[in-house]
């Protein structure tokens, strides 16, 4: 079935360091990806995302690129900040009903 | 914007009690999920319903049943709860604009 491997955490930053989380998915079709993000008591957020090859999603200066070639939608940042911190999840939707499949999630965290 | 709302931030329960997860979403969503959510394992789908009175399960459905009586309104049972169940549940609504996800319920059961 679908599936998202994520990189493990926690990756530990210091602000305005560049930010980079790995993330691949096995799927059947054209799925598309997202990355959410959870705030500390917080539900998920939507941070972006990409729906064919070759987008880019982008917002709050964070970027992933869907790149079918190595099936990766790596998150990435060029400069963090504290209020980043917070638990990024990868995630997949394929044709179909469309259920998100999740990958276990990278804590960030940001020190001043 | 949707909102999903969740009844309980927090639920402390005891061992084999039957416990119900409230889930009410405002924006006529006729998709309605459940996850459970732990640390190393990300988000898992528990039930999903596209429909009032329909019910598929997801990866997880074992101990769980679900209930969606009123297209809004999507509960989760534990029929008879355990220590293993002690989780983060999130519910979630899907429109045209995607999923919206609820606050989360921090479930102990004791």
């Known amino acids: 079935g679908d599936s998202v491997t994520q990189m493990e955490g926690p990756v530990t930053l210091s602000e305005e360091a560049f930010l980079t989380i790995n993330c691949t998915y096995t799927a059947t079709g054209y799925p598309s990806l997202f990355w959410y993000v959870q705030y500390p008591g917080e539900g998920l957020q939507l941070l972006l995302k990409?729906?064919?090859?070759?987008d880019k999603g982008s917002n709050k200066g964070f970027e992933a690129t869907y790149r079918k070639e190595t099936t990766s939608f790596h998150l990435e940042k060029g400069s963090v900040q504290v209020s980043d911190s917070a638990v990024y999840f990868c995630?997949?939707?394929?044709?179909?009903?469309?259920?998100?499949?999740f990958g276990t999630g990278t804590r960030l965290l940001v020190s001043p | 914007d949707v909102k999903v709302t969740q009844s309980s931030r927090y639920l402390v329960k005891r061992t084999g009690e039957k416990v119900f997860l409230e889930c009410v979403q405002d924006?006529?969503?006729?998709?309605m999920f459940w996850y459970r959510q732990d640390p190393g394992l990300g988000l898992r789908l528990i039930y999903f319903s596209y429909d009032v009175k329909m019910k598929e399960k997801g990866d997880i459905p074992e101990g769980y049943s679900v209930s969606r009586e009123k297209k809004e309104r999507f509960s989760l049972i534990l029929e008879s709860a355990s220590t293993n169940q002690t989780s983060m549940y999130l519910c979630a609504s899907r429109g045209e604009g995607g999923y919206t996800f609820g606050s989360g319920t921090r479930l102990t059961v004791v």
């Open positions: 995630a997949l939707v394929n044709t179909g009903f469309q259920k998100l499949v």
């Open positions: 990409a729906t064919k090859a070759d």
């Open positions: 924006m006529d969503h006729e998709n």
